[in-house]
């Protein structure tokens, strides 16, 4: 049964950066697909980065574009997603969530099914 931790959350003031991690348990990272998700306050959860199992980017937010960077560690079996110039609007719970790959695929239209507990990220102004 894979689950998922995350840390690294915090609060930090705009420009800040933080590094987010999800640790896995119960599967290697290279054979589960991978993404982070974030909730803001009062908000609908939504996807910032999705990544196949050879940690390969295939969705990035565009409003985190060039900010937001997903990254694998096998060896740590943790997925890592370093943010830099940290904006109010970044301000949200975030989630590493994981999904099967079908086929050998990473399909975008199957279901996340594991979702970690989630760490909180604010920034201030």
């Known amino acids: 049964q894979v689950q998922l931790m995350e840390s690294g959350g915090g609060s930090v003031q705009s420009g800040g950066s933080l590094k987010l991690s999800c640790r896995i348990s119960?599967?290697?990272?290279?054979?589960?697909?991978m993404a982070w998700f974030r909730q803001p306050p009062g908000k609908e959860r939504e996807r910032v980065i999705i990544?196949?199992?050879?940690?390969?980017?295939?969705y990035t937010r565009s409003s985190v574009k060039g900010r937001f960077t997903a990254s694998q560690d096998r060896a740590k079996n943790t997925l890592w997603l370093q943010m830099n110039n940290l904006d109010p609007e970044d301000t949200a719970k975030y989630y590493c969530?994981?999904?099967?790959?079908?086929?050998?695929?990473?399909?975008?239209?199957?279901?996340?099914?594991?979702w970690g507990q989630g760490t909180q990220v604010t920034v201030s102004s």
């Open positions: 990544t196949d199992n050879d940690g390969v980017t295939l």
């Open positions: 119960g599967a290697a990272i290279d054979t589960i697909c």
């Open positions: 969530a994981a999904k099967e790959m079908i086929g050998g695929w990473c399909l975008a239209n199957a279901q996340y099914t594991t």
